[in-house]
């Protein structure tokens, strides 16, 4: 089964539980995460902004409620069970703040080049099939000399906080994901993606050999997570 597809039916396989295991796997921290990223774009002041691997859409949703009405939001997944929990959840919402949520492959977006504002993408890069394909892919849509890519990634933790994290990916992670989602293979993949993800100084690296002008990397809680912002 070639890896797009095998990660795509992974997370289908999670999608209803998917929330509920974010928040409980990290303690909650992850609310945290995703205000930090949602306040880089803010600053921006787009007009359009589209959310990539947007799962069940907690990123877009953040991204609504802070971003003016006039500001479009849309939400792109290649996984079509996580958008129907997307959709679900946008209905139970307040109807005046509509985001549109599509199918959408990061390796071939369907949209127009130079078109969009602001990307972001979080916790899904590391599960690009091609990473550097993928970049490339968001380079071409972004305009030129004003658009920006805000990338929210696990990365490799500060040297003090590795004794403890090694152990928790290899041992707490997938017992408690069992727990949490009944699904202890899908976490095991979690865990191997995040010890095999670069540094936040690699990635920065690779971001630029992308074709983006400039990137800035953030680490947070420890460096367990980083967030990448690119100028196009």
Same mark, same amino acid.
């Given at each position: 089964?070639p890896?797009?597809?095998?990660?795509?039916?992974m997370?289908?396989?999670i999608s209803?539980?998917?929330?509920?295991?974010?928040?409980?796997?990290?303690?909650?921290?992850?609310?945290?995460?995703?205000?930090?990223?949602?306040?880089?774009?803010?600053?921006?002041?787009?007009?359009?902004?589209?959310?990539?691997?947007?799962?069940?859409?907690?990123?877009?949703?953040?991204?609504?409620?802070?971003?003016?009405?006039?500001c479009?939001?849309t939400g792109l997944? #290649?996984?079509?069970?996580?958008?129907?929990?997307?959709?679900?959840?946008?209905?139970?919402?307040?109807?005046a703040e509509? %985001?549109?949520?599509?199918? *959408?492959?990061?390796?071939? $977006?369907p949209?127009?080049?130079?078109?969009?504002?602001? $990307?972001? %993408?979080? #916790?899904?890069l590391?599960? $690009?099939?091609?990473?550097h394909?993928?970049?490339?892919?968001?380079?071409?849509v972004?305009?030129?000399?004003?658009g920006?890519?805000?990338v929210?990634?696990?990365?490799?933790?500060?040297?003090?906080?590795?004794?403890?994290?090694g152990?928790?990916?290899?041992?707490?992670?997938?017992?408690?994901a069992?727990?949490s989602?009944?699904?202890?293979?899908?976490?095991?993949?979690?865990?191997?993606? %995040?010890?095999? #993800?670069?540094?936040k100084?690699?990635?920065?690296?690779?971001?630029?050999?992308? *074709?983006?002008?400039?990137?800035?990397?953030?680490?947070?809680?420890?460096?367990?997570?980083?967030?990448?912002?690119?100028?196009?």
């Amino acid at each position: 089964m070639p890896e797009g597809t095998r990660v795509q039916s992974m997370f289908a396989g999670i999608s209803g539980r998917y929330d509920f295991a974010n928040h409980f796997l990290s303690g909650g921290v992850d609310l945290y995460w995703r205000r930090r990223l949602v306040r880089s774009v803010v600053r921006r002041q787009p007009s359009e902004v589209v959310d990539l691997a947007t799962g069940t859409g907690d990123v877009a949703f953040a991204l609504r409620r802070k971003l003016p009405r006039s500001c479009r939001v849309t939400g792109l997944d #290649f996984c079509e069970p996580m958008l129907v929990v997307a959709r679900r959840k946008q209905r139970q919402r307040d109807p005046a703040e509509p %985001i549109a949520f599509f199918f *959408g492959d990061c390796l071939a $977006l369907p949209l127009g080049d130079a078109s969009i504002d602001v $990307l972001t %993408i979080a #916790f899904g890069l590391r599960n $690009l099939e091609d990473r550097h394909a993928g970049l490339c892919e968001m380079r071409r849509v972004l305009k030129p000399g004003t658009g920006s890519l805000h990338v929210l990634e696990f990365t490799q933790p500060a040297r003090w906080l590795k004794p403890l994290y090694g152990p928790y990916l290899h041992h707490v992670l997938p017992r408690l994901a069992r727990l949490s989602t009944g699904d202890k293979a899908a976490y095991d993949y979690l865990a191997g993606s %995040i010890r095999a #993800f670069p540094t936040k100084e690699a990635l920065a690296g690779e971001i630029r050999a992308a *074709g983006f002008a400039s990137v800035r990397a953030t680490g947070l809680t420890g460096s367990i997570v980083a967030l990448h912002e690119a100028e196009a």
